[in-house]
């Protein structure tokens, strides 16, 4: 485990324990940390396996750095299992380790999402998630690798429609937690969920995904997830914005990172300009980013015009035509 505090590193090689984040988990002995600088390319090229855990924001400075430490003859299986979409340039993660590590390792690149709360995984509560690669063979390997009886591992063809499912699913869990926040209840989250589940297929649709991948365990499964506990991070800042408090104040003292807050930019930017209807996404962005009331929100939501209930986009695909092209795999 890398660790970029060396003050962590020492005490988990003590204690086997992470005395920031689920303190109260006892680690196995053979899991060493290192740092605090990156893994050096003769450590890593020991390794068969890199996961990585890294908020979206980060990734690209993080692979940058790494890339030119990976043998290109002896390339670990890389498994990412980050939910989020980089402000700026809108990428995907599969994007951003193409610009960073080329097109040959986005395309072997693995990644694991689904309805897993870190602190119920190491209590080996069960648990399911779908792991997808373009490359059949390596999301094979790391299912082997993870599948355990309390850990199912479920083989996805579409990886992007995985990477949309898990960055979306965090828009839509700080709406449901607003709602409650603001003191609606099961009606509303109801609501916010399955509508949340339509707008992540249209927009998933549009960009050039299977609308069925968001009926998987990335999509309405983590959707569901997250929307309904206050154990997410995402659901939490959405509960305290609906209780009042500001974005803010909510950053400075969340102490842990909630994906959907910088998604929200980039999901906002990919929904323009696919031109797709997703009302309660453009609603959360401007809450978060134009300074909309809540309670505002909310009730331009409840007065639109009635519409048809699921009207899927044309699927034009233009955005995940382009990636595939990024990654050599436009075959038409
Ligand atoms: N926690 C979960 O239950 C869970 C489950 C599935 C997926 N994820 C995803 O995993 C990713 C990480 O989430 P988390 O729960 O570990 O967040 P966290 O807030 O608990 O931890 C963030 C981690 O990122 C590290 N970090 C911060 N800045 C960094 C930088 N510049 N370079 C490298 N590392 C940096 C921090 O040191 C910390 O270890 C997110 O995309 C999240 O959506 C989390
Ligand atoms: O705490 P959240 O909202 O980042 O959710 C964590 C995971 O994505 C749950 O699957």
Redesign the pocket.
């Known amino acids: 485990m890398w660790?970029?505090?060396e003050s962590i590193v020492t005490h988990f090689n003590k204690y086997h324990r992470n005395p920031?984040?689920l303190r109260d988990h006892q680690f196995p002995p053979n899991i060493t940390a290192v740092g605090p600088d990156l893994p050096s390319k003769e450590l890593i090229d020991t390794m068969d396996v890199l996961l990585f855990?890294?908020?979206?924001?980060?990734l690209r400075?993080?692979l940058t750095s790494l890339h030119p430490r990976l043998d290109r003859h002896k390339m670990p299986l890389m498994i990412f299992?980050?939910?989020?979409i980089e402000v700026g340039t809108h990428a995907l993660t599969l994007e951003i380790i193409a610009d960073t590590c080329g097109p040959e390792v986005a395309r072997a690149a693995t990644f694991?999402?689904g309805p897993?709360?870190?602190?119920e995984?190491v209590e080996r509560q069960p648990t399911s998630v779908s792991v997808a690669s373009f490359n059949e063979s390596e999301a094979n390997k790391a299912t082997i690798l993870f599948h355990q009886p309390h850990f199912r591992c479920y083989t996805g063809v579409d990886p992007i429609g995985i990477e949309l499912s898990?960055a979306l699913k965090?828009v839509y869990a700080i709406a449901a937690g607003m709602s409650d926040g603001l003191g609606f209840e099961n009606n509303t989250r109801a609501m916010i969920i399955t509508r949340g589940l339509a707008e992540m297929t249209c927009i998933g649709t549009a960009y050039g995904a299977s609308p069925l991948t968001f009926l998987g365990l990335a999509g309405v499964g983590d959707l569901f997830l997250t929307c309904s506990s206050s154990n997410s991070?995402n659901y939490t800042v959405g509960h305290r914005l609906g209780r009042g408090e500001s974005l803010d104040t909510i950053m400075k003292t969340l102490?842990?990172?909630a994906?959907g807050v910088s998604t929200t930019k980039g999901v906002k930017t990919i929904i323009d300009e696919l031109g797709v209807n997703a009302p309660i996404a453009n609603s959360i962005y401007d809450v978060l980013y134009n300074g909309k009331e809540t309670r505002t929100a909310v009730r331009e939501l409840m007065e639109l015009p009635p519409s048809k209930e699921l009207e899927l986009p044309p699927t034009a695909g233009g955005p995940a035509r382009k990636l595939l092209r990024k990654l050599g795999l436009d075959i038409s």
């Open positions: 660790a970029r505090d920031m984040y855990a890294i908020p979206t924001q980060f400075e993080n299992v980050n939910k989020g694991i999402s897993s709360f870190a602190k995984i898990g965090n991070r102490g842990s990172v994906e």
